[in-house]
């Protein structure tokens, strides 16, 4: 089982309070940790989207 995670831009201090949160959940249930499940991009729905789109890694939208 993997969990990704998108965030901002990692200069941002929202960035790396998210980023640490997803990097403890990881290790406090014991998934290992895979860069390639990590994506930054600026939170424009429509930049994003075509990050996601032509990016390699592969994500899984859930909907809360």
Known sequence: R?????????????YSKRY??????LHRFG???DPATV??????????ADEIKKSSKKFVVLEM
């Open 2 to 14: 993997k969990i990704g995670f998108i965030g901002g831009h990692p200069k941002q201090i929202a």
């Open 20 to 25: 640490s949160g997803y990097y403890a959940a």
């Open 31 to 33: 998934l290992e940790y």
């Open 39 to 48: 994506l930054s991009s600026c939170w424009d729905e429509d930049h994003l």
